[in-house]
């Protein structure tokens, strides 16, 4: 009513002009309700920041020396993403074979980058009717990557089962998971590299001290892992998908058998004991049924996150969990998990840790298997924990 009388004693010729006192503040709430909801998307209760969005799957993402974020998309586009100013930069983007769970997969930088600016990606391609995958190194410089070369070709592929992470141990070797194929019995066969974690040369030869002579194969009886990292002590991890049950987390040891499809987890079936017991196999240290579909993995150490010390972070897909996986002081086993995200922002495809340990998630929400509810690919640093 007071307005109502102020515009017949102010304005009793123009109505109208009632607009010019009201819009204003009206376009002043929209505005601001516009800025809270980007602030709430970019900085979800303070606890996580949108570093990058409009993505397409990205599966790999990495730490890189100049404090950047390296990152592949499944799509064929490798990229560097600066996570203080957000700027994406695209290195390169490939013609690969996108199909299913195919396409541009793990990427590794040579642990030496200053003197040998050396990034090694794998993807899936077609041949005639078939699905392959390949191991690929190419030259850094300019904010561009040039001069492929082709250090394994001709691996069996398929739409789902292709694995593929990729990381420089401390060794100097480059370690490549291999998934099965769609193929079971290829995890059991040293004459295929399919279901195998192998072990490279950075120039892409056969190191003379493999466990398999004159085979790149280090371990064999992998499902399809997608996560590999190594503690400072040396010790190599691993996430392993399982099928129906026994999602896997390994320590993966040199020329060690891991049981598919053979064995499902542990060996806890008569038929499974007599198997582990002639194939020198490596139980898991842990085990998920039913199965979350484990996918990248980091081991963290940092006092950033001083309750995680000791941990391997794990993402997964299915259930969209972020997990903690606290070690035992030799970091042999699991003593105890803790739940961070769950499903909070839909599938969860990989884990980043910085050299100061600040960490970073990969959202996977477009690869087919998504809630489009969820909205596109990002990845997301976590800055602390609620509770």
């Known amino acids: 009513m007071e307005i109502h009388r102020l515009s017949k004693s102010i304005l009793p010729h123009k109505p109208f002009n009632l607009l010019l006192i009201v819009l204003p503040a009206f376009l002043l709430i929209a505005c601001n309700k516009r800025l809270e909801s980007q602030n709430n998307d970019n900085n979800q209760d303070k606890d996580t920041t949108v570093i990058a969005r409009g993505l397409e799957v990205p599966w790999e993402i990495l730490w890189g020396p100049d404090n950047c974020i390296w990152m592949t998309e499944r799509t064929g586009r490798i990229s560097r993403v600066n996570p203080e100013t ?9 013609n690969v074979t996108n199909q299913g769970e195919s396409g541009l997969l793990g990427m590794a930088l040579h642990p030496d980058f200053q003197s040998n600016p050396y990034v090694y990606v794998s993807y899936n391609y077609t041949s005639g009717m078939a699905i392959r995958e390949r191991l690929v190194r190419y030259n850094y410089a300019n904010d561009k990557l040039t001069q492929p070369v082709t250090l394994i070709d001709n691996i069996p592929g398929n739409t789902y089962h292709d694995g593929s992470r990729l990381l420089f141990g401390p060794d100097g070797k480059l370690y490549m998971t291999m998934g099965d194929g769609g193929e079971m019995p290829r995890a059991q066969d040293l004459n295929s590299l399919n279901g195998k974690i192998l072990r490279i040369n950075d120039d892409g030869s056969i190191p003379t001290d493999n466990p398999f002579t004159g085979s790149y194969v280090y371990a064999l009886g992998s499902r399809n892992a997608q996560g590999l990292d190594f503690s400072p002590s040396g010790i190599l991890y691993s996430s392993e998908h399982g099928p129906e049950s026994d999602d896997e987390i390994n320590i993966i040891e040199r020329g060690r058998n891991y049981g598919w499809p053979d064995v499902k987890g542990k060996c806890d079936t008569p038929e499974e004991t007599a198997f582990c017991q002639s194939k020198n196999v490596r139980e898991p240290i842990y085990a998920y049924t039913p199965t979350l579909a484990l996918a990248g993995i980091a081991y963290y150490n940092s006092d950033k996150f001083p309750d995680w010390k000791n941990s391997l972070i794990v993402t997964s897909l299915k259930a969209g969990r972020l997990i903690i996986h606290h070690l035992s002081a030799d970091g042999m086993s699991v003593t105890k998990t803790t739940t961070i995200y769950d499903g909070d922002y839909g599938r969860l ?17 477009k690869d087919g298997r998504g809630d489009p509810k969820t909205g596109d690919d990002k990845i997301i640093e976590i800055h602390r924990i609620n509770g």
């Open 86 to 94: 957000k700027k994406i930069t695209v290195l390169l983007e490939i």
């Open 349 to 365: 495809r990989d884990v980043c840790v910085s050299k100061d340990g600040r960490v970073f998630i990969s959202t996977s929400n």
